[in-house]
C-alpha cells in the first residue's frame, strides 16, 4: 500500500474538470455504485463517510471528511479529509491518499461543470459570496471553462475579500456588498450559513447559481423563493433532500423533491438542460464520492507515494 501526502500538486485543471463531468455522467447513466453520505455529527462539527465505485474507471474506496467551522481560529483547515482506494478484485487497500486539497479541487471542478452547462453565456460577470479555500476552487476552475469578465467578492470579513482580490490580479477583481455580489450572471456561494443569505429581490433573470455551502443538514444560504422560480438541479437527490441548499426549504414545506428539475449528470448526457437565456438555475452540490474518486484515479497517475506495509 502507498500513502500520498500531496497528490493535488500539478494536477491539470482542465484533465480535473473533464474527469469530473465524466464521473456525473456515468451517475446519470446509472453505471455506479455510491449510497449517500454518513453523518457522524460531533460537539464542534461533524464528519462523513464516503464510499463509491466508479467500474468504468476501475475505482473504488471511501473518504472520511471532517466540517469543522471553527478550526480556522485554531490555524486548521475547516475541512480535511483522507481517502483509502481498494483493490477491486481483493479488496486489498492499494492507496491511501491526503484528500484535503482534493476535496477543494473536485468541488471547485463540480461548480465548473455546472456553470459550462448551466450559466447564460460563456463570457460571465461572477459574484462569490465567501472569499475561503471553496471560493479559490471555484474560480480557478470555472475560469478552465469560461471568460469571466468581472469578479465581485464579498465575506463578512472584509480583509478576507480583498486578500482574494489581490490574489487574481489578472482578473477585474474587487469587494463588493453582498447585495452587489448578487449582481452578475454566475453566482457561487461557500458560506456555512444556517440562515439565507442571498434575498429573492437580488437575484436577477438569467442568472445561474451554484449552491456550494450547504452540505448539511440544517445548513441554508438561499433564500427559498429563488428556489421555488427557479430550475433547480443536483448533484445527487438522495443526499441533496438530506443535506443540500434544498434540505432546510423542504423541511419547512416550502420545496418538495418533486420540485427538483434534475441531476447535474442528467445536464452533462443530454437529458436534461437550461431551458432559456432568462431562466434562473440552481446547481445543488452536496460533494459526492464519486468526485472523489474521480479525481484520486487522476492524482494517482501523477504522484509517487510512499510504501506502507500492509497486512
Known amino acids: 500500500m502507498r500513502y500520498y501526502p500531496d497528490p493535488s500538486s500539478n494536477l491539470d485543471l482542465s484533465k ?40 468504468s474507471l476501475g475505482i473504488a474506496g471511501v473518504k472520511i471528511v471532517n466540517v469543522h467551522p471553527g478550526n480556522p481560529g485554531r490555524n486548521l483547515p475547516t475541512v480535511m479529509a483522507l481517502t483509502v482506494i481498494l483493490d477491486i478484485g481483493t479488496g486489498v487497500p492499494v492507496a491511501i491518499l491526503n484528500a484535503t486539497d482534493l476535496t477543494d479541487l473536485r468541488t471547485g471542478a463540480g461548480g465548473a461543470v455546472a456553470a459550462k452547462y448551466l450559466s447564460p453565456g460563456r463570457a460571465v460577470s461572477l459574484g462569490l459570496v465567501g472569499s475561503g479555500c471553496q471560493a479559490r476552487a471555484q474560480i480557478d476552475a470555472i475560469g478552465r471553462e469560461l471568460d469571466i469578465v468581472e469578479v465581485k467578492v464579498w465575506s463578512r470579513n472584509e480583509k478576507n475579500a480583498e486578500d482574494f482580490c489581490s490574489r487574481y490580479p489578472d482578473f477585474d477583481c474587487r469587494v463588493a456588498s453582498l447585495r452587489d455580489a448578487c449582481e452578475c450572471d454566475l453566482l457561487v456561494t461557500t458560506t456555512p450559513s444556517r440562515e439565507p443569505l442571498i434575498r429573492d429581490e437580488w437575484v436577477h433573470e438569467g442568472t445561474h447559481i451554484n449552491a456550494i455551502g450547504a452540505d448539511a443538514p440544517g445548513k441554508e444560504e438561499l ?19 438530506h443535506s443540500g441548499e434544498v434540505n432546510v426549504p423542504i423541511t419547512n414545506g416550502r420545496f418538495s423533491e418533486n420540485m427538483i428539475a434534475g441531476t447535474l449528470g442528467e445536464v452533462v448526457i443530454g437529458k436534461k438542460r437550461r431551458k432559456s437565456a432568462s431562466e434562473i438555475t440552481v446547481f445543488d452540490s452536496t460533494g459526492l464520492a464519486i468526485q472523489d474518486l474521480a479525481i484520486a484515479s487522476l492524482a494517482l497517475q501523477k504522484q509517487e507515494g510512499i510504501d506502507l506495509a500492509f497486512p
Not at 456515468?26 to 464528519?47: N, W
Open 16 to 55: 480535473l474538470n473533464g474527469v469530473i463531468e465524466e464521473a456525473f455522467a456515468e451517475h446519470a447513466r446509472g453505471s455506479v455504485q455510491m449510497p449517500p453520505k454518513v453523518y457522524i455529527t460531533l460537539d464542534q462539527g461533524d464528519f462523513r463517510t464516503m464510499p463509491g465505485y466508479i467500474p
Open 223 to 241: 433564500d427559498p423563493a429563488i428556489l421555488i422560480r427557479a430550475s433547480v438541479f443536483v448533484d445527487d437527490p438522495a443526499q441533496a433532500v
